[in-house]
């Protein structure tokens, strides 16, 4: 039976991690400190781990929540007997946490090998092969890796250390672990993205999506006032609800830091999120009319 995690740990464990380029930076956080003498050298692999294991989990919970990829989950043998309890559940149900949010936390990324294993059996390739042809095919990257491995175990769990990392070895672990990093990144974007999309194929995608919200939007409301026969419910609000949605959207957009040929998109993708928001809460509130509408 695989160990369970309740909704706050997985809550807490989801605000602490950190984004991609969070992870890269720490490597020239290490570099620079190493220099200064700021840290021991064994640090190095303690840090370098823990960095791998936000970034694999973030990458985790991205493939796990896309479709095409989610029948595979079975396939992932770190997964095997996974069990939901109701908190959990209801999580999925009031979109707290998403599928790949809960199961990126009960793959074990304590060695190469459970990375390997996973991303191969989610991705359908050998990811390790995969890394060795990225890499002049050869092994002296994957070697590296299982080196730091197995140092970051040693200086985590052994009380008798006999292992010594002198600066220059501290260094070559660093640069060998980013070089793992940004060829597992590319190896697992051209997979998930394998067609970039120009900034015009994001703008139509954008809007087809939004006018297939908004379309749904309509359908709802018109449902719900169909089987409303008593006249209760009526939907005044939804002009300030819009005047809303559009601020929040100008807002959104114009946080974006681009040479303005993002922020177009960003106003779109935001007015069909705050509709989707709209569309569920309706949904939720409105499940008896409904259902009786269909």
């Known amino acids: 039976m ?62 796990i929540d896309m479709p095409v990829f989610r029948k595979r989950l079975k396939a992932v043998t770190a997964l095997k007997n996974v ?23 009960l793959i074990p990324c304590s060695k190469f090998e459970d990375i390997n294993n996973t991303l191969s059996a989610l991705l359908n390739i050998d990811f390790a092969q995969r890394i060795i042809e990225l890499n002049d095919n050869t092994t002296e ?20 250390q006999s292992e010594v990392i002198d600066y220059n070895k501290a260094i070559k672990l660093i640069n060998d672990a980013y070089t793992f990093l940004i060829t597992s990144n590319e190896i697992i974007s051209e997979i998930i993205f394998p067609n970039i999309q120009t900034t015009q194929e994001m703008q139509e995608e954008a809007n087809r999506m939004l006018a297939a919200a908004e379309k749904e ?54 007015k069909e999120s705050t509709t989707r928001a709209l569309i569920n809460e309706l949904k939720d509130n409105f499940r008896f009319l409904l259902r009786r509408g269909f």
């Open 141 to 160: 990257i994957l070697n590296s890796i299982n080196e730091l491995f197995r140092l970051r175990h040693i200086f985590c769990h052994e009380i008798q």
């Open 217 to 270: 939007l309509d359908l709802i409301v018109q449902r719900i006032q169909n089987e409303d026969y008593y006249g209760i419910f009526d939907f005044d609000y939804l002009d300030a609800w819009k005047q809303y949605r559009e601020t929040r959207a100008i807002l959104y957009s114009s946080s974006t830091e681009d040479d303005g040929s993002i922020s177009p998109i960003a106003y779109t993708i935001s």
């Open 2 to 63: 695989k160990r369970q995690l309740s909704l706050m740990q997985i809550k807490d464990a989801l605000s602490r991690r950190s984004p991609h380029f969070d992870v890269l930076s720490l490597f020239d956080y290490l570099k620079d400190n190493l220099q200064n003498n700021a840290i021991p050298n064994e640090y190095v692999p303690v840090k370098l781990v823990a960095g791998f294991e936000d970034f694999f989990r973030e990458c985790y919970q991205e493939i």
């Open 83 to 105: 069990i939901f309890d109701f908190d959990i559940l209801g999580a999925f149900q009031d979109s707290d946490i998403t599928l790949g949010d809960y199961l990126s936390y």
